[in-house]
């Protein structure tokens, strides 16, 4: 009986020693198994490394607290979720509070609190939702504040897009919720902010065109203006540099100092219409004619890998505009009809730059034509729908054909590129075109080979160009419509391009990461809801019964 004593008393002292073992080995050695078929609990190997080089407590207050629909139940669960991931890997560097704007009773302090986030940047989505009195509508705010040590900044989760179920664009928003999440912590606590220059001196877009652009820029970036102007190295320090709707021909020694740029691993990014079209010419008469600009720029990018071509292209799936259809006295009867020349691009590609992104908005685009170019790789971010041509100019360009229904027929160019990437090592332009004695001069130091960099090449310059009212000085939001009064994607296009370019960390690869839909057959359901009903309530009742009576009768046969 001692010795029997003497084991268990052994027995019960060892799992105490492990279990206090185990638990001071976890406090040292943290790991984790995710064991979902699409790793959604798995962070990237760049977001890790961002939230260990954390040195002091970023904080969030997240807007998604209080009575949701299932769908932004799932979204404030798995933003509470990813936080908490964060959290863990951080050190506890990372903490957060989830607050309902809708909690004070008092409905001042309410809108007070509204025109906070809204001023902020935290866009209000209105909910139906169910009360005890019935159906009611809700403002929420389905974003978060982000602080660190002095810095603040906003985060947008919910990621609208036209043509997409609510359903789809919570499921997006979950897929971009790491890479949302992390780069708001990159963006408050990067010590050091890279340089992006906007280029001038070839007629590119002025300050107030690109304002809105340049501002969404600046919480991640120091942006400047700058012109060559044939100064030597001149971009050296720049991290990327934005040519934005040159109409002036760029000469060789501007041309070759930024060859000589990408050759030494600068990025750029290219946003060239090859044609001039433009709507102020229709304001004053119905028809205009599209004529090629000459740049001077055709030899340098087909020597990268491209090629941009002075044609126009026209797509069924396009923005509207207004045409006045009528009077009724004084009034104008205005009537939207679709204008073709303002092609709407949805992306879809996987890849980050473009990846679950709203409709983004194109004027007076042309299409891009790819070259077979050693080292390089090329990814086509945006092309046309599958109703779509081009037209080449000289071309004339007429309001007349909105009262015309087009020929489906005739728009049979489907998927023609607009927006291209190129990575990979590039070949100098200038390579067979300036004297040897000059390449080897060491103030010029020539590269005929780049080393390993990345550029984007986007067939239409008025895509990073927002509406600016000249005689107020009052401007548009980059990407908004002022006609039909939608929000396009072109900001959140350009900051993904440059964000990529300049991304050393490779953080922006977590948009990449695709979450399953899984959503309920909802016929089936209403089909089949007695069945389940049934099922969930009866079966585990009845089977706790026949374990019960199955062991009562073992006993009674063991023991009677």
Same mark, same amino acid.
């Given at each position: &009986?001692?010795?029997?004593?003497?084991?268990?008393?052994?027995?019960? +002292?060892?799992?105490?020693?492990?279990?206090?073992?185990?638990?001071? +080995?976890?406090?040292?050695?943290?790991?984790?198994?995710?064991?979902? #078929?699409?790793?959604? =609990?798995?962070?990237?190997?760049?977001?890790?490394?961002?939230?260990?080089?954390?040195?002091?407590?970023?904080?969030?207050?997240?807007?998604?607290?209080?009575?949701?629909?299932?769908?932004?139940?799932?979204?404030?669960?798995?933003?509470?979720?990813?936080?908490?991931?964060?959290?863990a890997?951080?050190?506890?560097?990372?903490?957060?509070?989830?607050?309902?704007?809708?909690?004070?009773?008092?409905?001042?302090?309410?809108?007070?609190? $509204?025109?906070?986030? =809204?001023?902020?940047?935290? @866009?209000?989505?209105?909910?139906?939702?169910?009360?005890?009195?019935?159906?009611? @509508?809700?403002?929420?705010?389905?974003?978060?504040?982000?602080?660190?040590?002095?810095?603040?900044?906003?985060?947008?989760?919910?990621?609208?897009?036209?043509?997409?179920?609510?359903?789809?664009?919570l499921?997006?928003?979950?897929?971009?919720?790491? =890479?949302?999440?992390?780069?708001?912590?990159?963006k408050?606590?990067?010590?050091?902010?890279?340089?992006?220059?906007?280029?001038?001196?070839?007629?590119?877009?002025?300050?107030?065109?690109? $304002?809105?652009?340049?501002?969404a820029?600046?919480? =991640?970036? #120091?942006?400047?203006?700058?012109? !060559?102007?044939?100064?030597?190295?001149?971009?050296?320090?720049y991290?990327?540099v934005?040519?934005?709707?040159?109409?002036?021909?760029?000469?060789?020694?501007?041309?070759?100092?930024?060859?000589?740029?990408? &050759?030494?691993?600068?990025?750029?990014?290219?946003? !060239?219409?090859?044609?001039?079209?433009?709507?102020?010419?229709?304001?004053?008469?119905?028809? #205009?004619?599209?004529?090629?600009?000459?740049?001077?720029?055709?030899?340098?990018?087909?020597?990268?890998?491209?090629?941009?071509?002075?044609?126009?292209?026209? *797509?069924?799936?396009?923005?509207? !505009?207004?045409?006045?259809?009528?009077?009724?006295?004084?009034?104008?009867?205005?009537?939207?009809?679709?204008?073709?020349?303002?092609?709407?691009?949805?992306?879809?590609? %996987?890849?980050?730059?473009?990846?679950?992104?709203?409709g983004?908005?194109?004027?007076?685009?042309?299409?891009?034509?790819?070259?077979?170019?050693?080292?390089? %790789?090329?990814?086509?971010?945006?092309?046309?729908?599958?109703?779509?041509?081009?037209?080449?100019?000289?071309?004339?360009?007429?309001?007349?054909?909105?009262?015309?229904?087009?020929?489906?027929?005739?728009?049979?160019?489907?998927?023609?590129?607009?927006?291209?990437?190129?990575?990979?090592?590039?070949?100098?332009?200038?390579?067979?075109h300036?004297?040897?004695?000059?390449?080897?001069?060491?103030?010029?130091?020539?590269?005929?080979?780049? +080393?390993?960099?990345? @550029?984007?090449?986007?067939?239409?310059?008025?895509?990073?160009?927002?509406?600016?009212?000249?005689?107020?000085?009052?401007?548009?939001?980059?990407?908004?419509?002022?006609?039909?009064? /939608?929000?396009?994607?072109?900001?959140n296009? !350009?900051?993904?391009?440059?964000?990529?370019?300049?991304?050393?960390?490779g953080?922006?690869?977590?948009?990449?990461?695709?979450?399953?839909? /899984?959503l309920? *057959?909802?016929?089936?359901?209403?089909?089949?809801?007695?069945?389940?009903? +049934?099922?969930?309530?009866?079966?585990?009742?009845?089977?706790?019964?026949?374990?019960?009576?199955?062991?009562?009768?073992?006993?009674?046969?063991?023991?009677g």
């Amino acid at each position: &009986m001692n010795q029997r004593k003497y084991r268990d008393l052994s027995t019960f +002292i060892l799992a105490i020693v492990s279990i206090v073992l185990l638990n001071f +080995i976890g406090k040292y050695l943290y790991y984790r198994i995710d064991l979902t #078929t699409e790793k959604r =609990y798995t962070l990237s190997e760049p977001t890790r490394k961002l939230l260990n080089n954390l040195d002091d407590v970023v904080y969030f207050k997240v807007y998604l607290e209080g009575e949701f629909p299932a769908g932004f139940r799932v979204l404030r669960n798995r933003t509470k979720e990813m936080l908490d991931e964060f959290r863990a890997y951080s050190g506890n560097n990372v903490q957060y509070e989830f607050i309902d704007p809708n909690a004070n009773p008092d409905k001042g302090q309410r809108k007070k609190l $509204y025109r906070e986030l =809204y001023n902020a940047g935290l @866009q209000p989505t209105n909910l139906e939702v169910n009360s005890n009195g019935g159906e009611k @509508q809700q403002v929420i705010f389905p974003g978060a504040k982000i602080s660190y040590k002095e810095n603040i900044s906003t985060v947008q989760l919910l990621k609208s897009r036209m043509g997409t179920s609510p359903e789809a664009m919570l499921n997006n928003s979950v897929q971009d919720l790491e =890479y949302e999440l992390a780069n708001a912590i990159r963006k408050v606590s990067k010590p050091e902010k890279p340089v992006v220059a906007f280029l001038g001196g070839h007629g590119e877009l002025d300050s107030m065109e690109t $304002y809105d652009i340049t501002s969404a820029l600046s919480e =991640y970036y #120091t942006v400047v203006k700058d012109t !060559i102007n044939h100064r030597l190295k001149s971009l050296s320090r720049y991290k990327c540099v934005v040519i934005a709707k040159p109409d002036t021909a760029w000469d060789d020694k501007d041309k070759f100092i930024l060859d000589q740029y990408l &050759m030494y691993g600068g990025k750029i990014l290219w946003l !060239i219409d090859p044609v001039f079209a433009s709507m102020d010419s229709l304001q004053e008469q119905p028809t #205009t004619l599209a004529l090629p600009i000459g740049l001077n720029l055709d030899d340098q990018l087909f020597s990268y890998g491209v090629r941009l071509n002075t044609n126009l292209i026209q *797509d069924l799936q396009a923005t509207p !505009i207004p045409v006045t259809t009528g009077m009724i006295g004084n009034q104008p009867q205005m009537k939207f009809f679709p204008w073709l020349y303002f092609p709407l691009l949805f992306p879809e590609s %996987k890849h980050p730059i473009v990846n679950n992104l709203n409709g983004i908005k194109a004027e007076f685009a042309s299409t891009i034509d790819t070259l077979s170019t050693k080292d390089v %790789k090329k990814t086509i971010l945006l092309q046309t729908s599958k109703y779509s041509r081009f037209q080449n100019t000289p071309a004339r360009v007429s309001l007349n054909i909105l009262g015309m229904p087009p020929d489906e027929a005739q728009f049979n160019k489907p998927n023609l590129p607009v927006a291209v990437l190129l990575e990979g090592k590039f070949e100098s332009s200038f390579t067979d075109h300036i004297p040897t004695a000059i390449m080897q001069m060491p103030e010029i130091n020539f590269h005929s080979q780049s +080393i390993s960099t990345a @550029q984007i090449v986007i067939a239409d310059g008025d895509m990073i160009r927002n509406g600016v009212n000249r005689k107020t000085g009052a401007y548009t939001a980059l990407g908004y419509d002022r006609y039909t009064q /939608r929000d396009y994607g072109n900001k959140n296009f !350009i900051l993904n391009c440059i964000n990529y370019l300049c991304d050393d960390s490779g953080l922006i690869s977590a948009r990449a990461r695709e979450l399953k839909l /899984r959503l309920l *057959d909802r016929k089936r359901v209403e089909k089949e809801k007695l069945k389940w009903q +049934i099922i969930n309530v009866a079966v585990p009742i009845v089977s706790v019964l026949l374990l019960g009576f199955g062991l009562y009768y073992r006993r009674k046969k063991r023991f009677g």
